[in-house]
């Protein structure tokens, strides 16, 4: 619990430096601020994609050898997946609000993603309405696997339809930006393995 | 500086702390 704090402690000065301190290109369209959004909206969609992928494992993992271990980490792996997704999606949506012109424009990827989040909070809905407990957690597995589906389409909904995302504007960042934003994303993916590690004790 | 910015500030502490509450709470459970 203690090394958890301590990461927490790190990952949220981390956090407040790069919002206060954080590098933005010279824009004048718009309020290039919120280019700031980026060194909080990454590490949260990173850590949502990588939450989602151990549920899809550790679903498999309960299928194949039926270890209660094994559903406690993919049930909280989707926990904390919906939290940072949702994070990912607020944050995204304060950012298009700005470059885009409104908060929701039914991007690729703004409505790949939302649909992701809606199929893992079915997967927590549908674990808890089944009141056989063995039951419960095979149901849910194969939803687990199922589910999974979402995020591929989600990640390559910017490459493969005309997105908004990433393209608009399409500004180069500075060296000192991908290492804010890499340092961010580490911390981050740090504190999201400490979690899960607490969750699913 | 854009508001958002410290929108997105907030809500990271919060997803942050609400998760890290839930274990707090389930290691104090056990």
Redesign the interface.
Known sequence: MKKLFMLIIVNVALAVYSVLFGWYPQISLFDATCYRILYLHVPMAWNMYFAFTLTLIFSIAYLLKENEKYDKIAFCSAVLGILYGFGAITSGMLWANEVWGSYWNWDPRQTATLMALLAYIGYIALRESIPDVERSRTISAVFGVSAYVTIPISYLSAVAFRSLHEQLPHQPLSFESYVLLALNVVTSFAVFIALLKEFSR | ??W??????A???A??A???F???R??KH?
Do not use: F, K, P, Q
Request: neutral net charge; aromatic residues 14%; glycine residues 4%.
């Open positions: 500086m854009y958002g910015v410290y929108v997105s500030l809500i990271y502490i997803i942050i609400i998760a890290s839930i274990a707090l389930r290691s056990e």
